[in-house]
């Protein structure tokens, strides 16, 4: 089913106008493998069932009020806001409206599990949702598999699909690291260079990075120069950009956190105007405006984007849809507040993940808690989702034995203060042998 | 002997340098602690909240302002000006309330750091916010590039500790100060006003973390959550350099900085922060009042 | 201590046992949970109280103490296919061996010393935790459900973390805790641990040698934390750096000195109050910890010794 989508890597410069018709090609690709969710692409459609006839579903949002993750946290709640505002608006899921129940956990690992707890059990809630850091989902999952409670996150961390948690845990609209790297390393190795050192976190997130880049360099023959992790307490850069060695080509870097704007300001004061070519992952510019002082240095560089921050990159009719709903501008930036710019290549997940969960719930006819089982056991059989008003980053692929899907993804260049989108990746090409099967495990 | 000088002497060289200027602001920051704990015998576990506040407002005298040079002025005078006022309201309100007594006023600091980083969470957001440097210039090496702006940081540090050293030795306050934390008792008896000196030394304490915030906001950002290392960093110059010695903070703050730049440049960062952790452990344990302390344990 | 208030003292620790034996069986699934943590922090906070509330040494770096319990039990479990037992056996002697190698070093510093020295020890295992990421998962941390097989009691099969066992297994951890501190302190030993923390010098020149009772005092106080920790792993199954960080020393510090450093129920209440203090709030406001760090200085102003201590010295002179 993924032989017919080489054609669709589209160059640079056809790219910045995508034609309606080659969204259409996306999805037409994988619409053999018993697609569903194509009902939601017409926004002013409702449902089918009466709106408000029952009790609401209630979901229960784990966020990052506060702590490290606050900043995309307050942009996950108003996406899942946005997402359940207009639910409700097209007559909710199967007729019920949804219920959104929001618990701060503080990116804390610890205080993530008893969140997962006091929604289960104090909220009965009938599902968790929303989480983003990879901690804190390793810190909860196995709470919400013990409460035997389904537990939707949007992380982006390879803990799902890698096999380490539990048949209760999907994530269902979100690409994984390994995923995002796998996709993109090709385009990288190809058109910036062969030699390159990697710059990551010095935790899990970094060590994705580090592992699948390295694996993939191997693959095409590319180098890998030098890996220098940072320790999450550092808070400033210059030591360790003397480690990178003068023949390096590229570097790769991915940085989260608030020390990022110093860490290029730095890495320009280092090189002044001779200097490697740089990719870096937009996890570190997210909440970040491109034009802010210090960044003039990643003019020319390039990005990854999992979706387009500026709306020119990928004009959609979903997408624009789902731009609007949630009170983003073209620039990236809250409508209210120009100087709020979203985490746009992450909050999209969580839309998605709600029309995600009202599929399944449809589908599986699930009315109450009694009926995880079907619930579960339908979703995994789920075999993607296609683009549109529900979906709008693009369509999805959905494996139902590691629990994860597999999208598109983007590569953008900064130039003249925007991200322009230069090249983006099929679905196939951030494809990898499943390493575990949920399917197999007990419920 | 090539290969060295063209590898490993530039990392040697920058190793020195960036931590020469770690060590001007560590300095800087760890001064006031040393000052409040010198003559006040306290810890103050929000000392890292007023470098951050300095920081925060700095970004906003940088937006109101919307010029790097004004804004900067403006954040230098008044930063300090406020924090040292919330200083002096946590001092009369709080600390004077549990009498000073170390173990409380830990806690009741440790409150003061909760209520002033949510404060900032609500009013300033989780997001770090650029301030630009009044004055920017990158520093060529043969090997590579350095922040001038890190440079003048490092040299206007160095004039607020004289500044400092000046008004201990050469004002009244100072005498006042050095009479207070010599012997409470006596000094109130000799007519020192030493409630007020208490009050001023914790307003010069925050003043002074606030200001290192102002300096330093441009070589980074300023995010509510900024205030733990540099709290921890100072924990250590203090107690390396002897509690209540201000010579011992500032030698302690140029050799933590350098050779932490010396480390990390050498091995891998994480376990760079091990073994310079380990190190400060050791020289504590070796010598258990620090390199110039007095020895009251 | 007057046998009479011995007697009232070992009557109270019985009657919160029993208490909080019998609530179980009325708690509503959540609060029910939430007691079980509540009862293994509080064994934690017991741990610490230990050392601040009777020998006067206070630590900021018990986390260490706490991760190293924990981690052992969960890497032991993971690689080499300990039991939880052997595991638990296994976690309770080496936190006992770190605690007494790192006592014989940061005991030669006191006071504020003593306190920065403990929290770098913290902050190195913290950073070895995540130096050796291939080994320890980092900070992303693991998790060990899949392991642990399950218990038999009776013949019948249980997971650990079935609400029941966990609870009981919580509150035996919690009434053993609180009956050999209390044993301890009430001992000769004890007194001289008191004795020290109202004063060394005077205690050193009656002939005793402080460094041995401080050494035990604080081996003691780190073991109890180490297991502690490897319970947390077991009856939780998550195991992360977020328990080897700065913020989970201190949790003890507020927990213990909220309730009453010193008094035997003080950490217990402490951590109950405080948990649902935060649980509370956060319902309300995501600025929990703003209200947290009020209440904080306003007990602090108010009740300078803590709930508990505050009651004994203005009410209840027999509290232990």
Redesign the interface.
């Known amino acids: 089913m993924m032989s017919k989508k080489k054609d669709e890597n589209v160059d640079q410069q056809s790219e910045l106008n995508l034609t309606r018709r080659s969204v259409l090609g996306a999805s037409a690709a994988i619409a053999g493998a018993g697609i569903i969710g194509s009902q939601l692409i017409d926004p002013v459609a409702k449902t089918a069932y009466a709106a408000g006839s029952d009790e609401p579903i209630r979901i229960g949002f784990q966020a990052h009020r ?1 702590g ?1 993750g ?2 995309y ?2 942009w996950y709640e108003r996406t899942t806001n946005a997402a359940a505002k207009y639910i409700n608006s097209i007559g909710g899921i199967a007729g019920r409206p949804i219920e959104i129940i929001t618990e701060d956990d503080g990116t804390d690992p610890k205080r993530g599990a008893d969140v997962v707890e006091k929604l289960a059990t104090k909220h009965n809630v009938d599902f968790v949702y929303g989480t983003l850091f990879s901690h804190v989902v390793m810190g909860s999952a196995p709470r919400a598999g013990e409460l035997k409670i389904p537990y939707f996150v949007v992380s982006e961390g390879y803990h799902v699909a890698s096999g380490a948690l539990n048949r209760y845990v999907f994530q269902p609209c979100i690409t994984d690291v390994r995923s995002q790297i796998t996709a993109v390393s090709n385009w990288i190795f190809g058109n910036l260079g062969k030699n390159v050192a990697l710059i990551y976190p ?1 935790y899990a997130f970094g060590y994705d990075h580090r592992d699948y880049a390295s694996a993939a360099a191997a693959k095409s023959g590319a180098k890998i120069t030098a890996k ?4 999450p ?4 850069f ?6 990178i060695p003068k023949n390096t080509d590229v570097i790769y870097h991915v940085m989260v ?6 860490f290029v ?2 890495m320009g ?4 105007t001779r200097h490697p070519k740089l990719f870096g992952f937009i996890d570190s510019l997210e ?2 405006n491109i034009n ?3 960044l003039e240095f990643l003019d020319g560089s390039h990005f990854w984007e999992a979706m387009p921050r500026y709306a020119d990159g990928y004009a959609t009719s979903g997408s624009n849809f789902y731009r609007d709903k949630v009170g983003v501008d073209n620039t990236g930036a809250s409508k209210s507040d120009s100087k709020d710019v979203s985490a746009y290549s992450h909050m999209f997940g969580c839309w998605e993940t709600l029309f995600a969960i009202k599929e399944a719930v449809e589908q599986s006819g699930y009315k109450s808690k009694k009926d995880y089982k079907t619930l579960i056991e339908t979703f995994e059989g789920f075999a993607g989702f296609n683009e549109g008003i529900a979906h709008p980053q693009g369509s999805k692929v959905f494996s139902g034995k590691t629990h994860q899907c597999y999208g598109q993804q983007f590569v953008s260049q900064v130039k003249n203060g925007k991200f322009n989108v230069v090249h983006r990746t099929s679905i196939a090409d951030g494809m990898y042998e499943p390493e575990t099967d949920y399917t197999k495990k007990s419920l | 002997m090539d290969t060295w000088i063209e590898e490993t002497l ?2 040697v060289f ?2 020195v340098l ?1 931590g020469t200027v ?1 060590a001007f602001v560590l300095a800087l920051i760890a001064l006031g602690l040393s000052l409040v ?1 010198g003559v006040m015998r306290i ?1 103050n576990v929000s000392h890292g909240e007023f470098f951050m506040l300095g920081a925060v407002f700095s970004w906003f005298a940088y937006h109101w302002t919307a010029d ?1 040079v004004w804004g900067f002025v403006l954040a230098l005078l008044i930063a300090p000006v406020i924090v040292g006022f919330i200083a002096v309201f946590s001092e009369r309100f ?1 600390l004077r ?2 009498e000073y ?4 006023t ?3 600091t ?6 002033i ?3 900032t ?2 009013g300033f ?4 916010r ?3 440097a009044p004055i920017y210039f ?1 520093v ?1 090496f043969p ?5 001038g702006y890190k440079l003048l940081v490092a040299v206007m540090s160095g004039l607020c500790l004289c500044g400092i050293w000046l008004l201990l030795k050469r004002t009244k306050l100072g005498l006042y100060m050095r009479a207070t934390q010599q012997d409470y008792e006596i000094a109130t008896t000799f007519g020192v006003p030493t409630k007020k000196i208490y009050a001023s030394v914790f307003a010069l304490g925050g003043g002074l973390a606030a200001l290192a915030g102002v300096l330093v906001v441009p ?3 300023a ?1 509510h ?2 205030g ?2 540099p709290l ?1 960093l100072s ?2 110059v203090v ?1 390396i350099g002897g ?1 209540g010695s201000i010579r011992g903070t500032i030698i302690a703050a140029f050799l933590i900085g350098i050779s932490d ?1 010396i480390i ?2 050498f091995y ?4 760079a ?2 073994l310079a ?2 190190f ?2 050791m020289i ?2 070796i010598k ?3 390199l110039f302390g007095e020895n009251y ?1 | 201590m007057k046998r009479k208030s011995l007697i009232y003292s070992l009557f109270m620790k019985g009657g919160v046992i029993l208490i909080l034996f019998l609530i179980q069986f009325i708690l509503p699934t959540y609060h029910h949970s939430s007691f079980s943590k509540i009862m293994i922090l509080a064994s934690y906070a017991i741990a610490y109280n230990f050392l601040l509330g009777y020998t006067g040494l ?1 630590s900021l770096g018990h986390a260490m103490f706490f991760a190293s319990g924990m981690y052992t039990m969960g890497l032991s479990i993971l690689y080499l296919g300990f039991t939880p037992l052997e595991g638990l056996i296994f976690g309770t002697i080496l936190t006992l061996t770190i605690s007494i190698v790192f006592g014989l ?2 005991l ?6 003593f ?3 403990t ?3 913290g ?2 295992l913290y ?2 935790i ?2 050796y990421n291939e080994f320890t998962f980092g900070q992303d941390g693991f998790s060990i459900t899949t392991y642990l097989g399950t218990l038999v009691i009776f013949g019948k099969e249980h997971l650990y973390s079935n609400p029941t066992i966990r609870y009981n297994f919580a509150l035996i951890m919690l009434a053993v805790y609180l009956i050999i501190t209390t044993i301890i302190i009430l001992s000769p030993i004890g007194r001289i641990l008191i004795a020290i923390r109202e004063n060394e010098a005077r205690t050193q020149l009656l002939g005793y040698n402080v460094f041995s009772y401080k050494l035990f005092a604080l081996t003691f106080s780190g073991t109890l934390a180490g297991i502690s920790g490897a319970m947390h792993a077991l009856l939780f199954s998550y195991i992360g750096t977020t328990f080897a960080e ?1 913020h989970h020393s ?1 949790s003890p ?2 927990w213990t ?1 909220l309730g009453g ?1 010193g008094t035997v129920i003080g950490p217990l209440l402490g951590t109950g109050v405080m948990y649902y203090l935060i649980d509370f709030i956060s319902g309300i406001t995501s ?1 929990y ?2 209200v ?6 306003l007990t ?2 108010w009740f ?1 010794l803590g709930i508990m201590g505050t009651l004994r010295q203005r009410w209840i002179k027999w509290l232990p």
């Open positions: 506060t490290i606050a900043l946290g307050r010095d220098i992790a940072i320790p307490t550092a808070s400033s210059t030591r360790y950009f003397v480690k956190g608030p020390g990022v704007l110093t300001r730095e004061e280092h090189y002044g909440g970040v802010s002082p210090g | 530039p990392m920058l190793a960036d770690t704990f810890v790097s709080i309330k549990v007594n170390p173990e409380s830990i806690v009741a440790i409150g003061i750091l909760y209520i980083q949510q404060l969470l609500m957001g989780p997001e770090a650029p301030v630009e990158r060529s090997w590579f590039g350095y922040s070589i980074r950002q995010d959550l900024m733990l290392e921890l924990f250590i107690i509690l730049g990390s440049v891998e960062p994480t376990l922060k091990m952790t380990l400060v452990v504590l344990i258990p009042s620090g344990q | 206070m070093f940061a030669r510093t006191s006071g504020v010393s306190l920065i020295v929290l770098m020890f902050q190195t950073l070895a995540l130096y700065i201190i510090l507020l000195l450093a600025n910890l703003l947290v760090g009020i209440i904080l200085v602090i102003i300078p």
